[in-house]
């Protein structure tokens, strides 16, 4: 029985939830007088206790079963059942990039780490109670259908562990009146089941157990002022807490609020989806685990592709046109993307006609999405709709606002083309009940009769975009067509360095469907237009000139690095002209550390690199912490304007052995010779492991690599110079110190070993005192802050006079005390090359150091 036996963190019922959890132990308290009587007290309670927990099961089964249909359709027409691909999830290491080493960086957090699935984690749930879970992806990448296949599952009894799973959608964000209550919230705005039994007694379960609830948060996108949002004053949140009852409401920000600051179901499963951009970024703080959607890889593509193709003839004529196409190849990434690719291909279009940009994508598109109807009036009804899609770009915002009148007609339009979609934020209905009701909605304003028909549900409907590329493409539309706005299409206005701040990603979109329409759509925009052709050739030349005046204007060492790749997926979207100009421009030393890398960002940057080649142009790539494929590393390694380059050591070891086992001797040589990694600086614990990797290959130890190209040994190892362990999170420790000990013999060319606070002991400054002796060059060594006592410095001081060319030595800030202090001033007689001993630390007794400084200045 556990809405009796677990107890609830106090505080945490309310008033509501307490009566109901008395009402059943009601009889367990009354005393009993006589015998009978108390019999059948008792068996009243059992009755009661068990009819509770009957309905409450009952419930639960209902609620599962209305999960399940809700959660069959992913997008309109097509059915998880067949066409779900199961996506790549990855967790993330959470870390922040160091303040002064990239202020103008997008990304707060690393994009390395192994993969897991988004199960798993929900799965380790065991033994940590407080559990945030955050799913980034940016548009297109399927976290709503991931959290709709996680919603199935459950409904299909896939999450033992959870009784409850409530889905709120991040859009209940634009209901300000303060209306709700906990229990509202979950019972009523949540997708699960219309109530059938009391909702008090539900409620009651709920608050009962919230271990076993998973409230999952669908798109946090929308979130305006989220820093308020987990904020709020503690004692807001404290009189939410005692006053959360019938009684008193809330506006639905405050509710969220309080969740997402653990005091409302504090212990409950979060999952929140959020695209990284703005809200996520700032959402990260708060959580324990970060998973991301990776995207397609190809074998999903096909998977995908199999599933929308039923047709055999179709299937084989999709697959090859899709193989000769490389750029839509690459959009097929984004799910979303991939279906609009497919919606393409299933016209079974020859590969000539096939789109290369995203601009083609989605005009093939909007071609096709139009239905039939009177040309001129469509025309009109697509330019307003256009126009609202610009509107919402610039708003940030996905949905229509509720207070924007919108003629009907464009609304059927725009519902028509599928690119509007009714959502009623209040309990999710399916798609064909949104449908009826706004129809009725519709018709309802049209005929003004004032008719409260459903008054209550359609109060909550709002109007969302359905794709935020398409909205994107229509927003881009509308800025061609206008003369007066067309201006703010073209991206880096300011050119101010650091103070830019993240655009939106369907800005970013419309910048660059702008250029496209621009040089590749002129017939169709002119269809738009109003103007002669002659006026319009005139318009459309002189936009160009702007456009092409802009680029050549700006100062491109004054990008940032997200801005050199978004300016190349913007150029690749126009025409060759641009991208010349681009390629005569770019920054020699290209480094994109920290910025996500998708497959079409790497198929741009390709075509701009190639571009330089050809002008005649040399180029250093560091693609550390891109997140790129390999098989990305692999295609900008091919081309032969690459003098040098850095990326994931872990990779660039997957890339040479697939290189090798191909035989591709000529690429493999290139990707040994020119892959570098001075200076390095191990930011994560994996990193050593990956070193250690790399060194075992130089000294011919690897089992997969044994390539005559490698016989020399890998010359990236040759060349470190530097190596420093600035780990944010987690330390090295003994283990690391001995993993690196281990390696350190070989890389021969170390000046500087930077290891300060790194919690490392005697045990392991003993295995690296051994290694160091065998470092020619080694000249600064830094043990600052460590766990070092006497014992460890002993057997530092036993090798100091071995290391030949040390002019620096830190253990300042350890535990070593007088012996190790004077152990190593012994030893610092026979080292004339040292400059600097800094030892200090308070364990040294008072007076020691003193004279030992004294005697050798050198001391500090
Ligand atoms: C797309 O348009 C073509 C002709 O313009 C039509 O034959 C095809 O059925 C349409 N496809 C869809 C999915 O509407
Ligand atoms: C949209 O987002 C950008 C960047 O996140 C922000 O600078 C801008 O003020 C936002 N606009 C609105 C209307 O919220
Ligand atoms: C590497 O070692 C293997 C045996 O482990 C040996 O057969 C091979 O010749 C070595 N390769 C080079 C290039 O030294
Ligand atoms: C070693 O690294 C730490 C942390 O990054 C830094 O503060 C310190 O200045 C470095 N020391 C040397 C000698 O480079």
Redesign the pocket.
């Known amino acids: 029985a556990p809405i009796l036996m677990s107890s609830s963190p106090p505080g945490s019922l309310s008033d509501t939830a307490s009566k109901a959890v008395s009402s059943s132990c009601v009889s367990l308290r009354s005393p009993s007088c006589g015998e009978d009587h108390g019999h059948s007290q008792a068996f009243t309670f059992e009755t009661n206790i068990f009819s509770f927990l009957k309905r409450v099961k009952d419930y639960i089964q209902a609620a599962k079963s209305h999960m399940y249909q809700l959660c069959l359709e992913m997008e309109e027409g097509l059915s998880i059942m067949s066409h779900y691909v199961d996506p790549h999830v990855t967790q993330r290491e959470i870390y922040r990039l160091g303040k002064s080493t990239n202020k103008c960086s997008d990304k707060e957090f690393s994009i390395t780490g192994r993969t897991h699935r988004l199960k798993n984690s929900l799965h380790s749930n065991e033994g940590k109670s407080r559990r945030c879970i955050l799913l980034l992806g940016n548009a297109g990448m399927g976290k709503t259908t991931l959290i709709k296949k996680l919603c199935l599952d459950w409904s299909r009894d896939s999450f033992p562990q959870f009784d409850f799973v409530f889905l709120l959608d991040g859009k209940g964000l634009t209901l300000t009146e303060p209306v709700h209550s906990l229990q509202t919230l979950l019972l009523d705005l949540s997708s699960i089941a219309p109530c059938c039994v009391d909702p008090d007694e539900v409620y009651a379960q709920v608050l009962a157990a919230p271990k076993r609830v998973l409230l999952i948060f669908d798109g946090f996108d929308e979130l305006r002022d989220y820093e308020s949002l987990l904020q709020t004053q503690e004692k807001d949140c404290v009189t939410l807490l005692q006053k959360d009852s019938k009684m008193q409401t809330f506006t639905v920000r405050q509710l969220y609020s309080a969740i997402l600051q653990r005091l409302l179901l504090p212990g409950c499963t979060l999952l929140l989806s959020s695209r990284p951009r703005g809200a996520g970024s700032q959402l990260l703080r708060r959580v324990d685990a970060l998973l991301e959607v990776c995207g397609f890889t190809s074998d999903s593509i096909e998977t995908y592709l199999t599933h929308y193709f039923t047709d055999p003839d179709l299937r084989a004529s999709a697959f090859e046109c899709l193989k000769s196409s490389s750029y839509l190849h690459h959009l097929c990434w984004n799910p979303a993307l991939c279906r609009l690719a497919c ?1 393409v291909l ?2 079974g279009r020859s590969s000539e006609d096939l789109p290369r940009t995203l601009t083609e994508l989605y005009d093939k598109n909007r ?3 139009s239905k039939n109807g009177d040309e001129s009036d469509s025309k009109d009804l697509l330019l307003q709709l256009c126009a609202l899609a610009w509107e919402g770009v610039k708003a940030n915002s996905s949905s229509i606002p509720r207070d924007r009148t919108i003629p009907t007609k464009v609304k059927v339009f725009g519902m028509g083309m599928g690119i509007l979609h009714p959502q009623n934020l209040r309990r999710r209905l399916s798609n064909e009940d949104n449908r009826n009701l706004e129809k009725k909605r519709v018709e309802g304003q049209s005929e003004k009769k004032g008719k409260d028909i459903n008054s209550a549900d359609c109060k909550d409907l709002i109007l969302v975009w359905t794709c935020a590329f398409l909205q994107s493409y229509l927003a881009a539309v509308h800025l061609n067509v206008l003369d007066r706005s067309f201006l703010q299409a073209l991206p880096f206005q300011t050119g101010a360095k650091c103070r830019r701040r993240p655009k939106k990603e369907e800005l970013e979109l419309t910048q660059r469907i702008v250029v496209g329409l621009l040089y590749h759509k002129k017939e169709k925009l002119q269809h738009l237009h109003s103007q002669t052709e002659t006026v319009f050739r005139n318009t459309l030349t002189s936009r160009q000139g702007l456009a092409a005046k802009h680029l050549a204007g700006l100062s491109y060492s004054n990008l940032v690095p997200a801005q050199v790749l978004e300016l190349c997926n913007y150029v690749y979207e126009a025409s060759t002209k641009l991208a010349t100009q681009l390629a005569e421009n770019l920054p020699e030393s290209l480094r994109f550390n920290g910025v996500p890398f998708s497959p079409p960002d790497v198929f741009a940057m390709k075509d701009a690199l190639r571009r330089g080649g050809a002008e005649g142009r040399n180029f250093c790539l560091d693609l550390e912490n891109t997140g790129i494929q390999i098989s990305g590393l692999r295609a900008l390694m091919s081309l032969n304007n690459i003098n040098s380059f850095r990326a994931c050591i872990a990779d660039v070891i997957s890339l040479w052995e697939q290189l090798e086992q191909s035989g591709e001797e000529e690429l493999l040589q290139g990707a040994v010779s020119k892959f570098h990694i001075h200076p390095l600086k191990a930011t994560q614990v994996c990193h050593i492991a990956h070193l250690e990797k790399l060194v075992n290959i130089h000294m011919n130890k690897s089992s997969q690599l044994s390539h005559s190209i490698l016989a020399d040994g890998v010359p990236a190892v040759k060349d470190l110079h530097k190596l420093e362990f600035d780990l944010e999170e987690s330390k090295i420790e003994d283990e690391g110190a001995d993993k690196l000990a281990m390696v350190l013999d070989s890389l021969t060319s170390l000046e500087v070993l930077n290891l300060s606070q790194n919690c490392i002991g005697d045990h392991g400054v003993k295995k690296l005192a051994l290694a160091l002796k065998d470092l020619p060059k080694l000249h600064c060594l830094s043990l600052y802050s460590n766990e070092i006592s006497d014992e460890g410095a002993e057997s530092l001081a036993a090798v100091l006079p071995q290391m030949p060319s040390l002019t620096q030595l830190d253990v300042g800030y350890n535990k070593l005390q007088g012996v190790g202090a004077q152990s190593l001033a012994l030893s610092l007689r026979d080292c004339k090359k040292v400059k600097t001993l800094r030892m200090w630390n308070q364990c040294i007794p008072y007076g020691v150091f003193e004279r030992l400084q004294r005697q050798d200045s050198r001391i500090l």
Do not use: F, K, P, T
């Open positions: 919606m299933e016209q071609h096709n999405l």
